[in-house]
């Protein structure tokens, strides 16, 4: 079961880089190694024109000018210029292709994300808000564009821009190398400093945007019920609180982040004035050109900005582990539901269905949901489940489908254990329609088509028409092309039920799961689909949970379930004359409707006395009048 968390509780993060994380980076960039060795290339050709330009600098001021070889100095600017021309081309390339390869690298990692969202448990959904899972393959996704395309191949060209022109300084001068090094351990210390508070506060920033996320989430689905209880002010206020977190962690974060490239130029700007200092005056026996002493300040400049560019992508790499660990934590969470290894495709079935002797409970060391549960169902049967809310019902059904394991006994489906096969070929011969439906934006058809993607349009028509929904389809502005908002607000809660259950209808199951299917739906139309489907039940293996035991009169078997176990099982009949927990229960039904029928007798009959006297009245006013 996943660690449970609300908007309120910020989630835990590790104190440090994590390495393992940032290697598990290499296989996105794997099957673009090609057009990163391209791009490698251009880096390397741009790093020596970046060393190249500073020499030929040198010789210019040093031979050409002082010389007046008018020749020599107009090759050399011609080469200075198709240098700069050269290098800007391959920024232009390398920025293109860097971006091209993140974007790449990045739309791999959304879609492992996504297609491993699809097959995490319930637990997994049930124990932290959808906004801090949305904001993991949005936001987190997108905050890790940069570093891992451009920061990632800059800092291998600065890197190599660093050597490179570390290299030609010692070439050129040792003693002035040293002194443009004198000041590098102070830079270490400034980011080693640096690097601990910035990791702090970016986890806390992210920890905000995620907490902010979720609540913004739980609101908009939650916004029928703030304006029913007018509770906007409250919610308002919340939000203010949980956007003011994000706003003060984001400061705190850029406040820390600024102070990285002000203590890099400081001390870059101290280093190429010590380098003058050094150079004029001739401190510790350093005798140089101007020439020399000209290239070795853009040399520090060369050496400076890789220091500086490589100091910027750390800053993005502790904010890039933070949010590969939130990536990552999620792609370690591991479905609890999966194909057994080398598991048969469930071939195509009749519908026997035995439970036997299932116990099931959420938690390893948990209570028991279901306790010692046996039931057997042969093909075509229908079989009702009754009795209280938590008793168990719907986890009945739940294991049939394996959306959970049993922790005892099995559940079989013409023979096979449903842990031994595939779990697509045995879902695919189940249609299940829950009590809370989904409806996909989109128009009708494609909502009843998501039941079988193949589905002809007359086939559409003809199972709305089973389940009596043709005819307010019709209705509607464009029939079968209306388009319907997302979780289908724009219709009713019985047109969204009649709309899934030919959804469910169109796949042709085998087995037929109904959990409170018809809970939102009035009783003049429920009696007309009761009618509709009786025919399409017939061949099937249903399984119905209903409240309303009118709807489960007819089922081959009825089952009263209480605590976990089935208490009594029958038919609707043997039940009622058993006068068990059924009989009261329907009793209690049956009560609550005559007494309702009484009541709205008696308002008729107060009506028809009231307009009685009305009339009375008004012709004693007439009389009086005459």
């Known amino acids: 079961m996943a660690q449970r968390n609300t908007y309120r509780e910020d989630e835990e993060l590790e104190e440090r880089i994590n390495a393992k994380d940032l290697r598990r980076v290499a296989p996105y960039l794997g099957p673009y190694k090609v057009r990163v060795a391209k791009i490698l290339v251009v880096v390397v050709l741009m790093s020596c024109i970046l060393v190249a330009v500073p020499y030929v600098t040198k010789i210019m001021i040093d031979s050409a000018i002082p010389h007046k070889d008018m020749r020599q100095l107009s090759i050399l600017c011609v080469v200075l210029a198709a240098l700069i021309v050269v290098y800007e081309l391959g920024l232009r390339y390398r920025t293109v292709e860097i971006t091209r390869v993140g974007q ?76 443009s090094l004198l000041l590098f351990p102070v830079l270490i210390v400034w980011v080693r400093v640096l690097q601990t508070f910035q990791r702090k506060a970016y986890q806390r920033l992210s920890n905000k945007q995620s907490n902010l996320n979720a609540y913004i989430h739980e609101s908009i689905a939650g916004v029928k019920t703030t304006q029913t209880f007018a509770q906007e002010r409250a919610q308002f206020k919340t939000f203010q609180e949980q956007q003011g977190e994000v706003r003060s962690a984001w400061m705190r974060a850029v406040h820390i982040q600024s102070l990285m490239w002000p203590g890099v130029q400081i001390i870059s700007t101290m280093t190429i004035a010590l380098l003058y200092y050094v150079g004029v005056m001739g401190v510790g026996g350093v005798s140089v050109s101007t020439g020399v002493l000209i290239a070795f300040v853009g040399y520090a400049n060369n050496f400076w900005n890789p220091v500086i560019d490589m100091g910027n992508f750390y800053n993005q790499l502790i904010t890039c582990s933070a949010y590969l660990e939130r990536i990552f934590e999620t792609l370690d969470v591991r479905p609890e539901i999966v194909d057994a290894p080398d598991a048969p495709d469930l071939p195509a079935i009749r519908g026997r269905v035995d439970f036997n002797d299932v116990v099931f409970r959420y938690e390893p060391q948990g209570r028991n949901i279901l306790n010692l549960v046996d039931l057997h169902v042969e093909p075509g049967q229908t079989v009702a489940l009754v009795g209280p809310t938590g008793a168990g019902k719907t986890t009945i059904v739940a294991l049939l489908s394996r959306f959970y394991d049993v922790a005892e006994g099995s559940v079989l489906v013409d023979g096979y254990d449903v842990r031994d096969v595939t779990l697509a070929s045995l879902r695919r011969q189940m249609g299940v329609m829950l009590q809370d439906t989904f409806i996909f934006s989109g128009n009708v058809k494609e909502n009843i088509r998501y039941g079988r993607l193949d589905a002809s349009d007359d086939d559409i028509v003809e199972a709305a028409k089973a389940v009596h929904a043709h005819d307010f389809i019709m209705e509607l502005p464009d029939g079968y092309d209306t388009v319907v908002e997302e979780r289908g607000s724009t219709l009713s809660a019985g047109q969204r039920q009649l709309i899934s259950f030919a959804r469910v209808l169109l796949a042709d199951p085998r087995i037929l799961i109904l959990d409170e299917a018809t809970s939102s739906i009035d009783t003049r139309t429920e009696e007309a689909l009761q009618a509709g489907i009786a025919h399409l039940l017939t061949g099937r293996t249903s399984f119905v949970i209903a409240h309303r035991l009118s709807t489960i009169e007819h089922a081959d078997q009825i089952c009263f379930i209480d605590h976990g176990q089935i208490m009594e099982r029958g038919t609707h009949e043997e039940l009622l004359r058993h006068r068990g927990a059924y009989y009261r229960l329907y009793e209690s039904q049956y009560a609550a409707i005559r007494a309702e029928q009484v009541d709205g007798k008696e308002q008729v009959g107060g009506t028809e006395r009231a307009g009685g006297a009305e009339r009375a009245d008004t012709a004693e006013q007439a009389g009086t009048a005459e």
């Open 104 to 179: 790449m690298m990045l739309k791999d990692m959304r879609r492992d994300l996504f297609t491993h969202i699809q097959t995490l448990p319930f637990s997994y959904f049930d124990s932290r808000p959808h906004g801090k899972i949305l904001i993991r393959v949005v936001n987190y996704v997108n905050t890790l564009s940069d570093t891992l395309s451009s920061g990632l191949i800059n800092v291998i060209s600065d890197v190599f821009t660093f050597v490179i022109t570390l290299v030609v300084m010692f070439v050129l001068d040792w003693r002035m190398t040293l002194w």
